[in-house]
Nanobody, 120 residues
Framework: VQLQASGGGSVQAGASLKLSCAAS????????MGWFRQAPGKEREFVGS????????YTADLMKGRFTISRDRTKKTVYVQMENLKPEDTAIYYC??????????????WGQGTQVTVSS
């Protein structure tokens, strides 16, 4: 599986952005798709995930209410819709894929990241 993230940009606080993660290669039926972010000088942070087959979604507590993860099976694309963005949301956002056969917590494939910058 190869992943290509896009949709980042520079916005004002309170704005919205929708990031996309297009997958190519093998079927995603055995994958959990995730979003992460990493701000300058900080550790990588989990944003949320979606089970490609079941569609079940998990969103990190910090992002609940503002970030919504979804997928489009026909486009093999995963999204994260971000609302009411804050300066502290500034980070590089990455998508990743976890194969069910892999150890828990191991993300097998990563996209290249897309920069989100939120100014006050």
């Amino acid at each position: 599986v190869q992943l290509q993230a896009s949709g980042g940009g520079s916005v004002q606080a309170g704005a919205s952005l929708k990031l996309s993660c297009a997958a190519s290669g093998r079927t995603l039926s055995n994958y959990l798709m995730g979003w992460f972010r990493q701000a300058p000088g900080k550790e990588r942070e989990f944003v949320g995930s979606i089970d490609w087959t079941a569609g079940s979604i998990y969103t990190a507590d910090l992002m609940k209410g503002r970030f919504t993860i979804s997928r489009d099976r026909t486009k093999k694309t995963v999204y994260v819709q971000m609302e009411n963005l804050k300066p502290e949301d500034t980070a590089i956002y990455y998508c990743a894929a976890h194969h069910r056969a892999s150890p828990a917590g191991e993300w097998n494939t990563w996209g290249q990241g897309t920069q989100v910058t939120v100014s006050s």
